[in-house]
């Protein structure tokens, strides 16, 4: 056991965790010293002594309402780097464009948004780039995530949540962030400045504990413009936190929870055919279990997409399915070998669970 350590206290005037230096008694380990954190170069042994210091002064001072620490993110593709879709333009009220990123417009206005890497924010790859046409909508059009406390976001109920928007913009009053629950509007941003650079955008609310359905976070365009949405970060609590990107592993594996491709578009790589056992008449039928790589958020709206190449069988249809696996079938024309395979073009299956 090392004389001295550096630890974790718990805050208990607000809940969280703290760093604490401290020093332990040579030979009682039971008696424990509180630290200053400027007599931390006294405790951090060796070359860390600087870097100890540093840390724990710049903790301090993020607790005390400096920069904000980083906690796990509430959002699914936050940063907008999955595209599972495409790459757009996509511009119908309802669709989806960035993965879990759903547009929703109101009135006459319009709005097309797109897979862009020119503008992404700093660390970032892509953003979504949302050019927008005001109509009759008075502000209310909006690009969005919808969580749904109800069935799949339960721990939000009772909670605080704050959430940041890192959007880009040239146009003063274009565009806000907002965060409503159930039609009912908690917070609204100010609106970004029009610098043209990218700004952070806060909002803050607190959840019902019970009767909540629907959670959404949002930006509303209220002038025609083209903003850029990157890096959009949700914490529980009221302090905002820097934005924490997610390993690309644990990101598409969390997008395919509510979307997958069972195969990429026209890659020839999803075959249904005899095995060697072929038909003996027309009229059977062909089928296989296909599983999912992620299990679904609810059951989900299961799509045979494309032209497919198909021999002595019609395209594939869906059958049986759940939130883990779907059959696939075709039906045979006639006797003998038959195949349906997805390389026509934009061939594949799509799977979709928005709860």
Request: with cysteine; glycine share 12%.
């Amino acid at each position: 056991m090392p004389d001295n350590v550096v630890a974790w206290d718990s805050d208990k005037s607000n809940g969280v965790f703290v760093p604490v230096a401290r020093t332990l008694v040579a030979g009682a380990f039971a008696s424990v010293i509180d630290t200053n954190v400027a007599d931390i170069a006294d405790i951090v042994p060796g070359s860390a002594k600087a870097q100890g210091a540093t840390n724990l002064a710049a903790d301090a001072g993020s607790r005390a309402g400096g920069v904000p620490l980083a906690f796990p993110n509430l959002f699914v593709n936050g940063g907008h780097e999955q595209w599972q879709r495409g790459t757009g333009a996509f511009t119908g009220s309802g669709s989806y464009a960035a993965d879990s990123w759903q547009l929703a417009i109101t009135g006459t206005d319009t709005l097309s948004v797109s897979r862009d890497s020119a503008n992404a924010d700093i660390g970032s790859k892509y953003c979504s780039a949302c050019t927008f046409g005001l109509g009759s909508g008075a502000g209310l059009t909006e690009y969005r995530q919808l969580f749904n406390a109800a069935t799949d976001f339960t721990q939000l109920m009772g909670q605080r949540v704050t959430i940041t928007f890192r959007v880009k913009c040239a146009v003063a009053g274009a565009v806000r962030a907002s965060l409503m629950v159930d039609g009912v509007v908690l917070s609204n941003s100010a609106f970004h400045t029009g610098s043209g650079l990218y700004e952070t955008l806060t909002v803050t609310g607190l959840i019902a504990a019970s009767g909540v359905t629907y959670v959404s976070a949002r930006v509303l365009f209220a002038a025609a413009c083209t903003a850029y949405v990157d890096d959009v970060m949700g914490v529980i609590g009221s302090v905002p936190s820097v934005y924490v990107p997610m390993h690309p592993a644990d990101d598409i594996a969390r997008d395919q929870r509510y979307y997958e491709l069972l195969a990429e578009a026209q890659s020839g790589s999803l075959v249904l055919g005899d095995a060697g056992a072929p038909a003996t008449a027309g009229g059977q039928f062909g089928r296989v279990c296909l599983v999912y790589k992620v299990k679904k958020a609810v059951s989900p709206t299961v799509t045979v997409v494309g032209g497919w190449s198909n021999v002595n069988c019609g395209t594939p249809f869906v059958g049986n399915f759940d939130t883990l696996a779907v059959r696939l079938a075709t039906s045979v024309v006639g006797a003998g070998a038959f195949s349906t395979v997805n390389n026509g073009s934009a061939s594949t299956i799509t799977v979709e669970a928005n709860p």
